[in-house]
Every structure is written in structure tokens, then in C-alpha cells.
């Protein structure tokens, strides 16, 4: 009976069926049953029903994270800035835009790097604290169709149906740095709908100032399959504000180089970027990335701005 209770007052829909007697449904109500189908009923009846609490379901969760209506309102507004850029200032002013301001992270690497395996468990991470998370993942532009490959998001596919997760492609249309040309434009936009906004880049360039010049909380991804010259040429101990070694294989070989891309990192007006050793694939060191990584940074950016 606890247990039916605990359940019942979660997000779970449980339903009776079989013989059940009219005045035992009073009591199975209490217990957290909702609705009743007897042997009689229909396929198309059952259908109908968790089609129409699927909807309420969905609606309380919206209200239940903040993002009620917003993520239709966001797709339109991210679409009309990323045709007209110019249209941004016009459009801010209007009543339909938030007044958030969410921590912006930019995260980049080499391709084949593991960053869209990465973000997949940052949003787990980020949801378990009740966090809004938009990714906006800057890909390859499809010759044919002149939109997104969209490559990066489909490996975040594990989110499609959080409504407080927003995934967004975004062509690089060739724009230099290996983000797309409006960037600053959709941040600016997106980060007045949530907690926290992600950016990928298409990995074209390792030690990307660009991006870096439109986000809060830089990250960057060395890539173990090179050396110390690699890493000294890509430039990821001078930009980052954060360093991640993807250990896919957690050889001996990939904690070597996390030990060695320690020594490299110095102090940056008062911050010593951390390196953080994680496997993207298994989830490990992920947590500890969040909290005291990215939660760390933001923390001392808060400060630092106070001061």
C-alpha cells in the first residue's frame, strides 16, 4: 500500500482493470488509481485516455520547471534571429521574451572528441538539481539543404522528451572560429529561457576564441591521442577556463596525460582553470566536473563581478 501511495504521487499514471467492484474503487482511488477498464473496454478507449493524460502530464511538468509555452516561443525567436541578426534589439523588447539570464558554457574540441557524448551526461547531472538546460550545438551545414547536419544533438537523444531540456542545431555556414555567424545572437536569446545554456562547436578549432568571447565558462576537451607539442600548438592551457580528459579507454597511457596537462595550466585573473579527468561514455568524474567545475566557476564569476 506505501508503496502504491509513493508511486501515485509521482509523475507515474496507474491504471485498474479486471473485475473490480464499485465499492472498492473508493479505496483503490486513495491508493493513487486513477482510471478503470473492465474487460469490456476498447483498445481505442485506453488509447484515448493516456493520450489525454499524457498531455496533462506533460503541461504539469512545464508549469513544474518554468517552461510552460516557452519552448515553442524560443524555437520561433531562434529561427528569426538566426535569419535577421539584426532583428535581435527589436525583439528583446518585446513582452513575449523572459528576463532570464542563465550561466553560458562553451565547450569545444577536436571532432571525434566525445563533447556531444559529454553534454548527453552534463544534462543528466544538471536536471537532477532541477536546472533548465538549452544546448545549442553548432554543426557541419549540409551542403544539399543548406541546414544543420544534425549529427551532435542525436547523441543527446536520451533528453527529447524532458520538457526542461531545449536541443537546438545550428549550421556553421563556414563562419570562421567553427561557430556559426549569429551566435551571440541565439545566446543572447536563449539564455532568458533557462538555467543553463550549452554551446558545442562543430570541433573545428581546439582553442577557439570565438566562442570563447560569447560565453561564460569555457570548456575545452585536449585530445588524448596527441602529446604535449599537440597540446602546447592547440592552445587549450591558455583559453580554457575548464579542461576535460576524455579517458575513453582509461589506459594508463590517458591518466598519463591528465597528469601532464596539470602542469601547463596557470592562473587567470585569480581563477586556476581545473582539469578534470572523465570517462563521457560510462558517466564517470561527471558529477564532479559539475559541481566543481562549472558550479565552481560560476560561483567565482559571481564574485568576481561583486568585487
Known amino acids: 500500500k506505501k508503496k502504491l501511495l509513493g508511486v501515485g504521487k509521482g509523475d507515474a499514471l496507474i491504471m485498474g482493470g479486471g473485475i473490480i467492484r464499485e465499492h472498492e474503487r473508493e479505496e483503490l482511488k486513495r491508493l493513487g488509481i486513477e482510471h478503470f477498464f473492465t474487460g469490456g473496454a476498447s483498445h481505442e478507449n485506453i488509447a484515448q485516455v493516456l493520450f489525454e493524460e499524457s498531455k496533462k502530464r506533460a503541461s504539469q511538468r512545464r508549469r513544474r520547471c518554468g517552461m510552460k509555452s516557452d519552448l515553442g516561443r524560443l524555437t520561433r525567436?531562434?529561427?528569426r534571429v538566426s535569419m535577421r541578426p539584426q532583428s535581435?534589439?527589436?525583439?528583446?523588447?518585446?513582452?513575449?521574451i523572459p528576463q532570464g539570464n542563465a550561466h553560458v558554457i562553451g565547450l569545444t574540441g577536436s571532432a571525434a572528441i566525445g563533447k556531444s557524448t559529454l553534454i548527453d551526461k552534463l544534462i543528466?547531472?544538471?536536471?537532477?538539481?532541477n536546472l533548465r538546460v538549452i544546448v545549442l550545438a553548432v554543426d557541419p551545414t549540409e551542403e544539399a539543404s543548406g541546414g544543420a547536419i544534425l549529427g551532435d544533438v542525436i547523441r543527446m537523444r536520451h533528453h527529447y522528451a524532458d520538457p526542461c531540456v531545449f536541443l537546438r542545431?545550428?549550421?556553421s555556414h563556414?563562419?570562421?572560429?567553427?561557430?556559426?555567424?549569429?551566435?551571440?545572437e541565439v545566446i543572447t536569446v536563449a539564455r532568458r529561457f533557462a538555467d543553463v545554456v550549452i554551446v558545442e562547436t562543430v570541433g573545428a578549432g581546439q582553442a577557439d576564441t570565438t566562442l570563447k568571447s560569447c560565453v561564460d565558462t569555457f570548456v575545452s576537451l585536449p585530445d588524448t591521442r596527441?602529446?604535449?607539442?599537440?597540446?602546447?600548438?592547440?592552445?587549450h592551457h591558455r583559453h580554457a577556463d575548464i579542461l576535460v580528459v576524455n579517458m575513453r579507454d582509461e589506459s594508463p597511457e590517458e591518466k598519463n596525460f591528465a597528469a601532464l596537462v596539470k602542469n601547463f595550466v596557470g592562473e587567470k585573473n585569480g581563477w586556476i582553470p581545473p582539469v578534470f579527468s572523465v570517462n563521457a561514455r560510462t558517466g564517470l568524474g561527471v558529477c564532479e566536473l559539475v559541481r566543481e567545475g562549472?558550479?565552481?566557476?560560476?560561483?567565482?564569476?559571481?564574485?568576481e563581478k561583486n568585487d
Do not use: P
Open 294 to 303: 562549472l558550479y565552481a566557476h560560476k560561483k567565482f564569476l559571481t564574485r
Open 174 to 184: 563556414g563562419a570562421s572560429g567553427s561557430v556559426t555567424a549569429y551566435l551571440k
Open 77 to 79: 525567436l531562434l529561427t
Open 88 to 96: 535581435l534589439a527589436r525583439l528583446l523588447y518585446t513582452k513575449d
Open 226 to 235: 596527441g602529446d604535449m607539442v599537440n597540446l602546447l600548438k592547440s592552445g
Open 169 to 171: 542545431s545550428f549550421g
Open 124 to 129: 543528466t547531472e544538471l536536471r537532477a538539481d
